[in-house]
């Protein structure tokens, strides 16, 4: 059934539904690589083959070249919005919604929405609105706002981002392209002026677009789109049932049974994978759904684990009975290159006696995969434990009953030859018949025993109890001989058959709980998320797909496991037997696990607002009942004391009291500002006036309060992009925070200097500094927040000697205020004790990225 558009432009089903819109991402190493100008390029070409297309948001930058781009476009008008006295544009999310395209063009897919323009906080959600009404949504992102390498780029250009997106959001897009220039093609565009204004040329090409910055990004972005493109191979392959190996990536699988040949076989599998740039290194070990092989030792094979993420692998823990074949059937589902074994541990008479071993069958198997057999120093030694099969294969079921009925014919063949008949009696012929049994029951279990009992009790009948050449049934001494013998038989098969089935059941134990422990293990490396959870079930159970849904399907095939309230674990492949269903149920209770942990996070973010807000109004509440009433009451007391009738004051008296009434209006004045500044920057409010400022300009008023501070010389530091009487406030707070934890003998010093283009402010105290976390431990109801962050919390008073000197404000209002200045707030611990304040802030003449490289103040 095929899909039918409606006229106004959504996509329905045969069924009725809106068809979700498709994600197209253009993908960026750097600006200015091409992005935007590649998507308009796409809306332009999809506008001319009869396409009903607009522009929902585009950033052109004042480049011409884009901007042309837009001729004969719809282009859906831009909502404003006010946000802290300053007038901004945003995509009207409404609008397109209302319009109701087939594809929409919508530039910057990390951006942070103004607070206020709409209802979502970033325009990732307004794509997921515009996605879920059936509209086809084209946008562009940069590497480096990619969740998982932020901090990859911060180190590599020293500028913080910001502005990031979960890959997974990524990951979901049907299409994405990556836009790629070399990068001594991007700088000379640069230096054509296609990228930024001719003043910022040269600062850019000695800052972010160096040509080492820009060759790791690329790497990186393609790095990362490779991987995209792999996964979009392995499911182009799983969905098409292709079995064989495409050479597109090296892949090396190495074998571990947890033998001491492990390090050996990791380091050269690493070493192979070494060789292709990019090649991936996989670590397997195969758990028997009864039972582990001979020699395996656990804690070898979790020492070789972690050899193996040390190298940059990756280990996976598989169930098969036949060794050879899951790892075969493994190495192909990971689309792997090369399998890496270790040579036999056994020796030149168990090899002859026991066949073919697993390295031997894995070469003939493998077809298109290249094996490597490597030697090792345990190599022809056998094993480290004595062997011993704990099940029946398949070979001993056929081979026991058949050695029931030819191994007693055998010794009755032997014992009739004339030597044995002249040293031997019927006591000792049955013996050795009774050994027969009993070596056949230890081969094929109590039912080939049974089957050699009577063969052997009919041959020693007939052959060896007179008179022989005949059966003899009526000599009762013979018949009770015959009967113990089948009888002590029968009870020895039993015995050794019970034995084999214990052993069975204990050995299935220990690999259920091996399989288990891995899966542990990867919970405690973080990767217990639903997604990591339901893949690794069914990369261990050799499935075909796997998936978590909220009601189980029809009566397809598939495996159906409940994994808690409302989900089900699906998966597809081969036929799983009940030894594995049993595994595979436990796994699926991780899964549901995990699934009710995601539950409880949502229901607890959802919670975590209102409980922020019950404890900031219940430490103000405990704040301000004494905060705000020293000052009053010391006002009011002086001012009752003037307004007294009753006692004539000398001129000096007077003066004490109104300085004392003034200084306590004064301070509850600074209490009652600071107080309103930090609710407006709760709320968003706080009006900015941004320019250039030095620190000579405001340090004079900040410092009026605290005359004893030190300061450094100030002469070559530049000026700063921030607010002055803003500035003025954080100086000023630091300032006397540093002299309330100074000792009286001590002076605060305060310093400045510049790195990475932002100035650097020091206010250097001697005090006691913080208490160490042993001490001082963020409380639970603070969600154990470290105590370096709780200094910077409201209503905080972190190792104050004296707890009524003030609301505890003055760090959180220096912070909020810093953060709006685009700055930063942390604090150092003094070399010799103390505690340095550092306050971080751009220079006013600095090279401003364009709004896809980074965000100031909050995303605006």
């Not at 929902?56 to 008008?77: I, S, W, Y």
């Not at 074994?341 to 066949?355: A, P």
């Not at 399989?515 to 990867?522: I, R, V």
């Not at 006692?647 to 004064?666: G, I």
């Amino acid at each position: 059934m095929s899909d039918v558009r409606t006229g106004g432009g959504e996509v329905r089903t045969a069924t009725g539904d809106v068809r979700p819109g498709r994600l197209k991402v253009y993908l960026g190493a750097a600006p200015g690589v091409g992005k935007t100008y590649r998507m308009l390029d796409e809306a332009r070409r999809r506008a001319a083959r009869g396409a009903d297309v607009v522009v929902g948001f585009v950033e052109c930058h004042g480049r011409p070249g884009t901007e042309a781009m837009l001729d004969g476009l719809e282009v859906v008008p831009r909502a404003l919005c006010a946000h802290r006295g300053g007038e901004f544009e945003e995509m009207d999310l409404a609008a397109v919604l209302e319009r109701r395209p087939q594809v929409a063009i919508v530039d910057e897919f990390a951006h942070t929405n103004v607070p206020g323009a709409g209802r979502n906080a970033k325009r990732r959600q307004d794509i997921e609105e515009l996605l879920a009404a059936g509209i086809d949504v084209i946008t562009a992102l940069n590497i480096q706002h990619l969740e998982s390498l932020n901090d990859v780029v911060e180190k590599i250009t020293r500028m913080p981002q910001h502005e990031t997106v979960p890959d997974e959001v990524v990951r979901r897009a049907q299409q994405i392209e990556f836009v790629d220039i070399p990068q001594e093609g991007l700088r000379r565009r640069m230096a054509h002026g296609n990228i930024y204004a001719p003043e910022k040329i040269d600062a850019a090409l000695a800052d972010y677009f160096r040509l080492g910055n820009l060759t790791a990004l690329r790497q990186l972005a393609l790095l990362w789109v490779a991987d995209r493109v792999d996964e979009a191979l392995q499911s182009y392959r799983s969905e098409h049932g292709i079995g064989g190996v495409w050479e597109t990536r090296e892949r090396v699988i190495v074998a571990l049974t947890g033998g001491p040949e492990g390090d050996t076989l990791i380091r050269r599998a690493a070493r192979i994978a070494a060789r292709s740039a990019g090649g991936d290194l996989l670590a397997v070990h195969v758990t028997r759904s009864d039972g582990l092989a001979a020699g395996t030792s656990h804690a070898s094979l979790a020492r070789q684990r972690r050899l193996v993420e040390d190298l940059g692998g990756s280990y996976h823990s598989v169930v098969g009975d036949d060794v050879p074949t899951a790892l075969v059937d493994f190495a192909r589902a990971e689309n792997a290159t090369q399998l890496v074994l270790g040579t036999s541990r056994r020796g030149r008479v168990e090899r002859f006696v026991t066949g073919r071993g697993t390295g031997e069958t894995v070469v003939e198997l493998s077809s298109d995969i290249d094996v490597h057999i490597v030697t090792h120093e345990r190599a022809g030694r056998g094993t480290l434990l004595p062997s011993r099969r704990r099940t029946l294969s398949t070979a001993r079921r056929v081979a026991g009953p058949v050695t029931g009925l030819l191994l007693p014919v055998a010794l009755t063949f032997l014992l009739d030859l004339d030597w044995a008949r002249d040293r031997l009696n019927l006591t000792s012929e049955a013996l050795l018949f009774l050994l027969t049994v009993v070596g056949v029951a230890c081969i094929g279990g109590v039912v080939s025993a049974v089957i050699a009992s009577v063969t052997a009790s009919l041959l020693l009948n007939y052959w060896f109890i007179p008179p022989v050449g005949q059966f003899t049934l009526d000599d009762p001494n013979a018949l009770l001989a015959l009967a113990v013998f089948a009888a002590v038989a029968a009870v020895v098969a039993g015995v050794v058959d019970r034995s084999l089935r214990l052993s069975r059941r204990s050995a299935r134990a220990t690999a259920e709980a091996e399989t288990m422990s891995s899966l542990a293990g990867s919970i405690v490396r973080g990767g217990a998320t639903m997604l990591a959870l339901v893949e690794r079930t069914r990369e261990t159970f050799g499935m075909d797909s796997a998936e978590l849904v909220d009601e189980p399907p029809g009566d397809d095939g598939a495996t159906v496991v409940p994994a808690g309230p409302g989900a089900f674990l699906v998966l597809r492949g081969r036929l799983l037997p009940s030894s594995e269903r049993r595994v595979l149920a436990a796994f699926a209770a991780h899964v549901g696990s995990a699934v009710e942990r995601a539950r409880l996070a949502e229901a607890a973010a959802e919670v975590e607002p209102v409980r922020a807000a019950d404890r900031m109004r219940t430490a103000l509440l405990r704040a301000v009942g004494h905060d705000l009433r020293t000052p009053l009451a010391a006002g009011w007391a002086a001012v009752s004391s003037l307004r007294s009738r009753d006692v004539d004051f000398c001129d000096e008296d007077r003066d004490e009291l109104l300085a004392t009434a003034d200084e306590s209006m004064a301070k509850l004045n600074r209490l009652v500002e600071n107080l309103l500044d930090l609710s407006r920057l709760q709320a968003g409010a706080l009006t900015l006036n941004l320019r250039a400022t030095t620190l000579e300009e405001v340090l004079p008023a900040a410092l009026a309060d605290t005359p004893e501070v030190a300061v450094g010389d100030l002469e070559e530091i530049p000026a700063v992009l921030a607010d002055p009487p803003l500035l003025e406030r954080v100086i000023a707070n630091l300032v006397a925070n540093a002299a309330r934890h100074s000792p009286a003998d001590r002076t605060v010093l305060l310093t400045a200097s510049t790195h990475a283009g932002r100035v650097e402010v020091r206010v250097v105290d001697r005090g006691p500094g913080l208490p160490p976390p042993s001490k001082l431990s963020a409380p639970p109801e603070q969600g154990g927040t470290p105590v370096r962050d709780r200094l910077f919390e409201p209503f905080q008073r972190l190792g104050d000697t004296d707890n009524t000197t003030g609301l505890g404000l003055g760090l959180a209002l220096s912070r909020g205020l810093t953060e709006a200045m685009d700055g930063t707030l942390t604090p150092e611990d003094t070399p010799g004790g103390g505690l340095t304040m550092v306050l971080s802030l751009p220079f006013a003449e600095r090279v401003d990225l364009p709004s896809d490289t980074q965000s100031v103040g909050g995303g605006v």
